[in-house]
């Protein structure tokens, strides 16, 4: 499973970016795509998920509730992560992730990562 994401950029304390990740390869066995994000000094950390299967079963950490949205289009293998309200403390490389796990539970968890994109927030 290869991942590829895009989307990353530099913006204004307050303005929105839309992440884009696209996998490919042997995808059908992934049950979970999401982002986890990591900033300079900090360890990877969890963002948001959403299941690949019919439900489309969304989660998020807290600090992105209500700003962020995870959605995907199936037919092109896509995760998208809608991110306003953007604030400072975005700052990051955003890494894609999918995992084989059905529910899993920590970044140990993900079986495959993209090569990060980075987003930048200015004050």
């Known amino acids: 499973v290869q991942l590829q994401a895009s989307g990353g950029g530099l913006v204004q304390t307050g303005g929105s970016l839309r992440l884009s990740c696209e996998g490919s390869?042997?995808?059908?066995?992934?049950?979970?795509m999401g982002w986890y994000r990591q900033a300079p000094g900090n360890q990877r950390e969890f963002v948001a998920t959403?299941?690949?299967?019919?439900?489309?079963?969304?989660k998020y950490a807290d600090f992105v509730k209500g700003r962020f949205t995870i959605s995907r289009d199936s037919a092109k293998n896509t995760v998208y992560l809608q991110m306003n309200s953007l604030k400072p403390e975005d700052t990051a490389v955003y890494y894609c992730?999918?995992?084989?796990?059905?529910?899993?539970?920590?970044?140990?968890?993900?079986?495959?990562w993209g090569q990060g994109t980075l987003v930048t927030v200015s004050s």
């Open positions: 959403i299941t690949r299967d019919d439900n489309g079963i969304t």
């Open positions: 992730a999918a995992s084989m796990t059905v529910i899993p539970l920590s970044r140990f968890e993900y079986d495959y």
């Open positions: 390869g042997s995808i059908f066995g992934v049950s979970v």
